[in-house]
Structures are given as structure tokens and as C-alpha cells.
DNA sequence: AAGAATGAAAC
DNA sequence: GTTTCATTCTT
């Protein structure tokens, strides 16, 4: 198949409700398409994927993730990660939609989001097709890029959804505009082939350099996938672990990972990486079950972030030499940083379940790891029976599977586990607002023995979870550590993980600072960090929190300005060095910034900064002067969202007005969400024009006028103030004479008419109006017709009669009700609007509220109009109308058709 | 969760 | 022809 053979189906039992399932999509980003592929699912789909995955698996069963792989058609990529479907791309209207429906939401602030619909419809409706053009265009760019990412794409995949596991990837991906490709990621090679090299010309999003901008934005996302996926991270890449830990081998990638992961482990490991380390990093992980790790060793000619990328996803993590090599840039080193925070994960957690068979050497890898963290073994029993039972049977069945719940197992008993599941939980609860459906196989999968992740999560976090992580940290402390007092010391977050865990673990579960859904560990950790903090600072919580989630890295950077504590100092000096942490490993790759060791956060920090310094993160920092609040919310948990938007968004916001706000804020999120990938592309979505509601009020008040046949006052256009230009009033104006013109072959008079308005009219915006108008009125009437079936096409088919009732006057169709309701709310709140439509010379239209239903009110209209051509206009208008409305029957349209004219022949002769 | 709109695609 | 689903976000 096309996709995928297999097919298929359906998940039986997975599917939940009888209806279709839903799947879950994740938002396509064009960049995506170029080059970003490669990355693009490791890194922000990869959590979500992995998460999906482990749930799946261990719940569902095989069966589900067989779907979903096979779901995708696109991308065939089996791996079931990649499943998730992606979003269909926006068509037109949806893109002029997303970006109008502020200005609207501005205009008609009461207005609900259906009636802004309508609206923007109307708007729509309106355009000129021309203006429609762009949109279209990008639209089709976007289908285009799309479609070249995902070549099986079906719209409407019939019927296998997978539904999987829900949550987090739905979650995810809505949140965040434009996301990634499902799934790109193995399919592959294909898909990688082409992307990267094409990469020029397909997209016109693209940004800029691939290499650079994608390089920098993927690493960036990689590192925080990275940060994220700690958890993540060590679900998938379990199995992995031991490989990694080869892989690790090299010193320098340890200590980037002990950086930017985290806390403590990481000496220990280090010093068996060493110890390890020469063992081929290629084949062994190679050998490992690794799923997706098909592809050959990668050389440097992939892009550092590439392999990162496909490091982290696939845990394999082999390249690091040759990762090294490659990218001495400070990106690179951030890139290792990520990739060895993930190896670091691994490989503490490398406990090393016999399901891997992987290499030998990877076996003494792990024997060595064990022996060191034997201690830390008993811990592994223990998490592993808790889940991991369940996992490694899967794991037989399928490598892929196995690895994953290896990993969720090894996480929990990780302490870097601690941060990184508040990153999960919050998507999780995302994900569960998606679908009824999906929560309620998420809550499946809970219960469900089998499933890996949440019950790992949740139970192990509560005993074992807790045990594993003291347990860790024991041995790290022995181990590597050693001594290292440090370790409790540590950072904040450590310790307080630490204490955490002990303590408060247990008892605490359920506070949480913010009520969120937050597991259990989360729980913990805040309560420990509340206890040390005692919350006092916020900040605090945000350095914490940062780490966590992937935004949260970037805004260390940026947020630099804030007082950090221990991290941001550490950052810019690696001089000071951090208190204990052994772990530091100082970076030896960057020995350049942090010369001795210092805080895995000082480290990154310092990274970070390096880039932004050098330019090459500017991106980033725009995000980061958005606001983080965006992206936060994009990927991160609600609760940090709303700290974070405190922070920045009151003050960015200033709170103009409340418009204001609500208006910036939906921008900034877009944008904020992707993170540099998107702001690509959304510039290119920003470029679109975006018209002034003035124009549209132009247009839609004669539409209205029309459709509705209501004299009354223009629905929408009101706002005086936009500062449609005169010149683009013009425009409109010639444009719509000119279509008229076409279209309508009328008669001379309209030609006329159009004459006599032009002159005169054209050089007072205002004054145009009332030409327009009446220009409109006949364009109008085609339009009209062209605006009417649309909408209420549709109306009548899906829903039924209703609107098409006309009101028991009989006048009014319900429809024209709405807009009636709507004239009213706009009059009520902008009075000014009528004012700027008519101006005194009148407006046929005019609307003056009480003018609009009586017609009678305007008094001069223009003479170039003649009785005639109204008179014909009319007609016109009847004519379409009653095409239209011949379904309905009715009089009320009759009526309101009668209506019109009246009120147009009355305006003339008046 | 439903629903408002349009459009594209799949049945 | 009809149904899905993409986006947004209030009710």
C-alpha cells in the first residue's frame, strides 16, 4: 500500500469509540520539508512519538503501533513513531483565517469565535481574488512542501487512525503552529534523501540557510528535545543505553551530556565511558535492537544537527567522534551537549537489561556500568518490576518497543528523570483535552499492567520512583562522584530533587504549585524545590523548570537578565565553578567557555550565549523576546506557561488595552511555539498581506447589503480607525469598478455611474465609499450570488433550515439576524463605524443604525445612479438570490429580496 | 465539545 | 455528492 501495507487497521480495541478515531496529527512544518526532515522527528516528534510509543506499545500492544506505523502513509516509516499523522496543511482560507481573525476578534470583541468566522468568511467572500492569490499560493506552497515531506499523505486516511496513544503527540501538535512531520524519520531514507537535497528550492518558506538557520533551529530543538527528552529520551533510547554509553565513550560528549542533562550521574558514567568508550561506537550501535538505526554509521557529511537528531532519537548515538569532528562550532558543542545529556541518560540508566542483545562490547560496556552502579542495581530490579516486566516482554516482541520501555523503566529510576516528567505530564494533560478517546486509552494503558509509561511514571514516582532515584544518586556519588559531597549540594534542582525524593516523595504527591495535572514526580520535585525555595522565588522554579523543557533552554539565554542563580553565573564564568558538581565535566569541548567545570546549566548557558552572541541563534532571541510565554505553552506545561506569561508577557504586554493583549498574544504564539523553524515560516505567513478591516468593511458592506438585502448598516466594517490607507482604498474602489465592470456588462449607466465616481470620489477615501457602495451593490449582485452559495451552501446542507428561516417578520432571514445582532454590537461599541462608511454625502447605506433599516433615511444619492441600474442591480441580485433561495421557498426571501431593491430605488430617487 | 467558515481530498 | 479535517477559540 501506498502506505502502508499494512494497514490498516484497526486497532480493534484501540479505536475506542465507535466513531473514527481520531488521529493525531502533528502539525507539518515546511521547513520540515527541506531539510529539516531528518531532524524534524527526532526532534520534536520524538518525544511525542516515543511517548506515544511506549504507551502504545506496552497497552496497546503491538497491535496499535503496527497500525500506526502503517498508518502513516506517508511516510512508511515504519517506525512506529513516526506514526503520528501529520496535520493536513491549511488551505486558503484557513491561512487568511489564522491571520485575519485577530483584527476581527479586535473589531467585534464581543464577538464569538464562530461569529468571527462568519466574518472572516464574509472577508473572505470579499477578497478580490487577486488578494485571494496570495493566499491561495502559499496555501498551495504549504500543500506542496507538504506533500513532497509526506508523499503517501492521505487526506483522509480512511479509516485506521491509529489512534494511539494519544496525548502527547496531539497535544503537542496542536500546540505548536506548525510542527513537524510526523514522521519523517526513517522513512526515510527517501525522505531524507530528497529533503536535503533539494533542500533549496522546494520550500519558498524555507528560510534561509538551510544549514544555517535549520542547523542552528535543529539544534536548538535538539538540545532541548534533548533536555526534554531526558525522559523521553530514555524511553526510546534505552536500549540505546548501553550503546550510548560506548558511544559516551568519549569524554567529551559525557560531560556535555552530564551538562546538559543534568545533574549528577554523569561523572560516574563518564569515567566508565572511558573506561568503555573505544569500543567501536558504529557497530555496537548498530547492533543494538535500535529501531531506527538502519542507517549507516553517519559521517560528518550529515549535518551535526542531523546527527544529533537522529542520536537522540534513535538513542543510538553513535557518532560522537565524528560528531565531534564536524562540528566545532559552538553549535556543534551545544548539539553534544544535548546528544550527551541523552547518552548520559542512557547510560545511567544503563543498568543494562539483558533484552539487549547488542554487541558484546556493548554488554561489557554495560557490565562495567553495572559493576560500578551495582549499587544502583538493586534500584533497577525494582523499577524494572514494577513496569519494566511488562516492557521487556515487549521488548522481545519488538526491538523498538523493548527499548522504549526499558527506557521509561530506567528513567523513573533516574533521578534526571524527576525534571523531565513535568515536561511529559504537561503534554500528557494536553493531549488528554484532545480527545475523549485518547484519555480514555491513555487511562487504559495505565491500568493496563503493560503500559510502560504512565504507570512507570506515575507509580515508579511515587515508591520506586523515588528509591531508584536516591538509589542513583548513591552511586553516582560513590561512583564517579565519589565523594562529592557536591552531589547534594549539587544544583538547586539536584539537591532538591534529591531531598525531594526522599522526603517529601512520598508524602507530597499531590502538591503541586500549579494545579495541573502533574504527576506525581513533578509533584516532587516542586514540593522539594518549594521546601528548599520555599517557593519564594519564582525564579527558582524557572531555572528548574527551564531545564526541563526544551523551551525552557532557550529562554535561559535570553533570560539571562533575570537573576539566575547559581546557573547563570556559572554561565558567563566558568571560572566560578560550580559548587559540587563533580559532574562537570568540564566541558572539554568547550573548553574555550567553560574552562574548568561548571554547572551543566552554566555550561549551556554559556552556549547559549556564545550563539546568540555570534548570530547565529537569532532566532532564537526573537523568540526569546516574544516571549517565551509562547513557546513554553507550545511545548511545555500549562503551569509553566503561566508563570512564564506572567513574567513576560504582562510586561511586554503593558496592557495597552485588553484587545491589545489578546491580540498580540495570539500572534506571539504562533510563533513562539515553533521556535525558530516556525518563525520561518511564518514569516513567509506574516508576509501575507493582511488587509485592513476598513477594506473589508467596504467590501462586506455592500456584500451584506446585498446578501441580506438588509439595508442595514455594514456588519463589520467599522473600524474607523485602521489605517487603511487612502491609496488602498482606492484600489479597492478601481477594483471593484473594474470588476464590475467586467462582470456586469450592464448597462451604461453603471458605467456611468462608475465615471462620475470616480473622478470625484476617488480622491476623498471617504467619500468613496458611497460610489463604492453603490459600485458594490452591482458587483455586488454577482458577488453575491458567489458569497451566498458558498456559505449558505454549506449551511443548508450540513445544518439545516434553520437559518434559512426567516424570522417571524418574515423580513429578515436569520442569517441577516446574525448580522443584524452583529451590526448591533459593532454600532454599540463603535459608533464612529457608520460614520467613517457614510459620510454625510451619503450613503444609501447609511448607516445610521436606525437609517440602516429604513432606506428611506439617505437622501442623496448619487446621481449617476439611475433608476435603471439600480433597478437592474436589483434584479440581478433577485435573480441570484432566488436561484439561491428557490430552495427555500420562500417568501421570506421574497421578501427580503423585495426588500432591497425598494430600499435601493428609494435611495435613488430620494 | 460543539460549532462557524472554506477548501481539499477521499469515499 | 458527501464527509473529514485543517485553524481558532468562545460558549
Redesign the pocket.
Known amino acids: 500500500m501506498k502506505g502502508g501495507g499494512r494497514g490498516k487497521e484497526p486497532p480493534v480495541e484501540g479505536e475506542v469509540s465507535g466513531k ?1 478515531p ?2 493525531k ?1 502533528l ?1 507539518w512544518h515546511p521547513l520540515l520539508s527541506k531539510k529539516a526532515l531528518d531532524f524534524s522527528e527526532e526532534e520534536e516528534e520524538e518525544d511525542e512519538e516515543e511517548l506515544d510509543k511506549e504507551p502504545a506499545l506496552c497497552s496497546e500492544s503491538g497491535g496499535q503501533e503496527v497500525d500506526c506505523g502503517a498508518m502513516d502513509e506517508e511516510g512508511e516509516g515504519e517506525e512506529d513513531s513516526s506514526e503520528q ?1 501529520a ?2 496543511p ?5 491561512l487568511f ?2 491571520r485575519h ?2 483584527l476581527v476578534r479586535q473589531e467585534h470583541p464581543r464577538l ?3 461569529g468571527a ?2 466574518i472572516l ?1 464574509d472577508w ?2 470579499v477578497l478580490e481574488p487577486k488578494e485571494k492569490q496570495k493566499y ?1 499560493d502559499m ?1 498551495k506552497e504549504y ?1 506542496d512542501a507538504f506533500m513532497k515531506a509526506n508523499p503517501g499523505y ?5 479509516a485506521n ?1 491509529p489512534v494511539k496513544s494519544p496525548s502527547h503527540q496531539v497535544s503537542n501538535a ?1 500546540k505548536k ?1 506548525w510542527a513537524f512531520p510526523p514522521n519523517p524519520t526513517k522513512d526515510s531514507a527517501v525522505a531524507k534523501k530528497i529533503p536535503k537535497m533539494d533542500n533549496a528550492p522546494q520550500l519558498n518558506f524555507a528560510m534561509a540557510d538551510p544549514t544555517k538557520m535549520g542547523g542552528l533551529s535543529m539544534l536548538l530543538l535538539a538540545g532541548e528535545h534533548a533536555l526534554t527528552a531526558r525522559e523521553i529520551s530514555s524511553s526510546s533510547s534505552q536500549t540505546g543505553v548501553t550503546d550510548v554509553a560506548k558511544h559516551a565513550g568519549k569524554s567529551a560528549l559525557f560531560q556535555l551530556a552530564e551538562i546538559s542533562s543534568t545533574p549528577a550521574q554523569p561523572t560516574a558514567e563518564r569515567k566508565h565511558s572511558e573506561e568503555r568508550n573505544p569500543s567501536a561506537s558504529g557497530q555496537e550501535y548498530t547492533g543494538a535492537s535500535q529501531p531506527g538505526p538502519p542507517e549507516p554509521p553517519k559521517s560528518c557529511a550529515k549535518s551535526p544537527l542531523f546527527q544529533l537528531a537522529e542520536i537522540s532519537s534513535s538513542s543510538s548515538g553513535s557518532p560522537m567522534p565524528e560528531g565531534k569532528q564536524c562540528g566545532q562550532s559552538a553549535l556543534f558543542q551545544l548539539a553534544e551537549m544535548c546528544l550527551a545529556s541523552e547518552a548520559e541518560k542512557m547510560e545511567a540508566r544503563s543498568f543494562q537489561p539483558p533484552s539487549q542483545s547488542s554487541l558484546d562490547s556493548s554488554q561489557d560496556d554495560a557490565a562495567h556500568t553495572e559493576s560500578k552502579q551495582s549499587k544502583d542495581s538493586p534500584d533497577l530490579p525494582l523499577s524494572t518490576s514494577s513496569s519494566s516486566s511488562s516492557s521487556f516482554s515487549s521488548s522481545s516482541s519488538s526491538s523498538s518497543s523493548s527499548s522504549t520501555s526499558t527506557s521509561a523503566s530506567s528513567a523513573s529510576s533516574t533521578p534526571t528523570d524527576t525534571s523531565p516528567p513535568l515536561l511529559n505530564q504537561p503534554k500528557n494533560v494536553t493531549n488528554k483535552k484532545k ?2 478517546k485518547e484519555g480514555k486509552e491513555t487511562s487504559k494503558a495505565d491500568k493496563s499492567p503493560s503500559s510502560p509509561k504512565k504507570t512507570c511514571k506515575k507509580r515508579q514516582s511515587s515508591d520506586s520512583d523515588l528509591e531508584s532515584v536516591i538509589y542513583t544518586i548513591e552511586a553516582v556519588a560513590k561512583g564517579a562522584w565519589g565523594v562529592e559531597e557536591g552531589s547534594p549540594k549539587k544544583k538547586a534542582r539536584s539537591t532538591t530533587s534529591e531531598k525531594s525524593s526522599p522526603g517529601d516523595g512520598p508524602l507530597s504527591p499531590k502538591k503541586k504549585i500549579k494545579p495541573k495535572v502533574r504527576k506525581p514526580l513533578k509533584t516532587k520535585e516542586e514540593q522539594a524545590k518549594e521546601e528548599q525555595v520555599q517557593e519564594s522565588k519564582p525564579q527558582v522554579v524557572e531555572k528548574e523548570v527551564a531545564p526541563l523543557s526544551p523551551k525552557a533552554e532557550v529562554e535561559e539565554p535570553a533570560v539571562k537578565s533575570e537573576p539566575q542563580t547559581s546557573l547563570e553565573e556559572g554561565a558567563p564564568q566558568c571560572s566560578s565553578p560550580a559548587p559540587v558538581k563533580s559532574e562537570e565535566k568540564e566541558t572539554e569541548a568547550k573548553p574555550e567557555n567553560c574552562g574548568s567545570r561548571k554547572s551543566e546549566r552554566s555550561c549551556k548557558g554559556a552556549l547559549y550565549k556564545t550563539l546568540v552572541s555570534e548570530g547565529m541563534l537569532t532566532s532564537l532571541r526573537a523568540n526569546v523576546d516574544r516571549g517565551k510565554r509562547g513557546s513554553v505553552r507550545g511545548s511545555v506545561s500549562d503551569h509553566e506557561i503561566s508563570w512564564t506569561e506572567e513574567s513576560w508577557t504582562f510586561s511586554q504586554a503593558v496592557a495597552s488595552n485588553p484587545k491589545k493583549l ?1 491580540k498580540s498574544k ?1 500572534k506571539d504564539e ?1 510563533p513562539q511555539g515553533l521556535g525558530k523553524l516556525e518563525e520561518e515560516f511564518e514569516k513567509k505567513f506574516n508576509s501575507l498581506p493582511q488587509y485592513s478591516p476598513v477594506t473589508f468593511d467596504k467590501k462586506s458592506t455592500s456584500a451584506t447589503k446585498k446578501k441580506k438585502s438588509t439595508p442595514a448598516s455594514p456588519a463589520e466594517p467599522p473600524k474607523p480607525g485602521k489605517s487603511s490607507s487612502s491609496s488602498q482604498k482606492k484600489a479597492l474602489f478601481h477594483k471593484i469598478v473594474s470588476k464590475y465592470k467586467h462582470k456586469k456588462e450592464k448597462p451604461n449607466t453603471l458605467d456611468k455611474a462608475i465615471a462620475g465616481c470616480d473622478s470625484p470620489v476617488l480622491e476623498m477615501v471617504p467619500k468613496v465609499k458611497p460610489c463604492a457602495q453603490g459600485m458594490v451593490l452591482s458587483a455586488e449582485a454577482q458577488r453575491a450570488a458567489e ?1 451566498l452559495v ?2 449558505q451552501k ?2 443548508a ?1 450540513k ?1 439545516k433550515i434553520t437559518h434559512l428561516v426567516r424570522t417571524a417578520d418574515g423580513r429578515v432571514s436569520p442569517a441577516e439576524e446574525d448580522k443584524a445582532k452583529e451590526l448591533t454590537q459593532d454600532q454599540d461599541e463603535k459608533p464612529l463605524n457608520q460614520e467613517t462608511l457614510c459620510n454625510e454625502e451619503g450613503c444609501y447605506a447609511a448607516p445610521r443604525s436606525e437609517e440602516a433599516e429604513r432606506p428611506d433615511a439617505s437622501s442623496s444619492l448619487p446621481a449617476f445612479f439611475s433608476l435603471a441600474a439600480l433597478a437592474e442591480v436589483a434584479a440581478m441580485e433577485n435573480v441570484h438570490r432566488g436561484q439561491r433561495a428557490v430552495g427555500m421557498s420562500s417568501e421570506g426571501q421574497v421578501k427580503e429580496m423585495a426588500p432591497q431593491t425598494p430600499v435601493l430605488i428609494s435611495c435613488a430617487d430620494q
Open positions: 473514527r481520531k488521529r496529527c502539525q499523522r496535520r493536513r491549511m488551505n486558503a482560507f484557513l483565517c489564522k481573525r485577530s464569538d469565535n464562530r468566522t462568519k468568511a473572505w467572500a491561495t496555501a500543500k492521505k487526506w483522509c486516511p480512511t487512525k496542536r503552529v480527545k475523549k489578546k495570539s504562533i458569497m458558498g456559505s454549506r449551511k446542507r445544518s
